[in-house]
C-alpha cells in the first residue's frame, strides 16, 4: 500500500535492526485518515472470507481494526493483554511473549464475543515473530470461532512471524513488508502490492 509505505518513510523510525517506530501515526498519535484507508484495503483483501468479526489484540491493533470492521460492517472485538490468569467462568486465555515489552502476558478473550461459526479476521498492527497473531488465532479457535484470515499493517518479513503463520496455513496480508531495517534505514518488498 503505497500510501502507507510512503508515512513509514517519511514519519516511521527505525531505532536498529529489530525494532519500527510509528507512534506518530499509527500507535500513539493516529492519522485517522490514514487508518480509513487501511480499512479500506483490509476489507478488500479479505471480501471474499465472509467475516463475521474483526479482532485484533489491545491496544495497537484497534485503529485499523476498527477502520476495517466499520468498513465490512461487523463488529470489532479487543482481545484483552491481562497481568495474571483469570479463573473465571467463560473467559479463554493463552500466554503470549510481548516483542516489545519482553516480558509474557494473558491474552484474554470473554468467550461470549465469539460464536461457534463465527469467521474472524484478525488484525493487528505489527507482524514480526508471531507470537500474538498465534496467540490470537489459539483463542479464537477455542472459542469456536474459525479464522479466515490474518491482517498486519506492517510486517517485517526478516523476522520469521509472516511464514510461520502462513506455514500453518493461514491467509495473511501484510499492507507494508519490510525486507531490511537498520538504524534510520527502512526497505520494503518488491512485490507486496
Ligand atoms: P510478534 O508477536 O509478531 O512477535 O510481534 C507483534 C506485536 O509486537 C505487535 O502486536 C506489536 O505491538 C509489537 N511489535 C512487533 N514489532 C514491532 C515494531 O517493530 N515496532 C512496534 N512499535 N511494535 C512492534
Redesign the pocket.
Known sequence: MDLLKKKILECGKALNS??????SFL?HQVDCSLMSEIGKEFARLFKDKGVTKVVT?ES??IAPAAMTALEMGVPMVILKKATSAILSDGVIQTE?F???KRTSYQLTLKGKFIVPGDKVLLI??????????MGGANIIKRAGGEVVGIGAVIS?NF?P?MKRLRDAGYHVESLAQVSRMDENVVEFEDDDE
Open positions: 529489530e525494532v519500527l517506530l510509528v507512534d500507535n489484540i495497537s491493533g503470549v510481548s516483542f516489545t493487528d498492527d505489527f507482524l514480526a515473530k508471531g507470537e500474538a497473531a517485517k523476522q512471524g
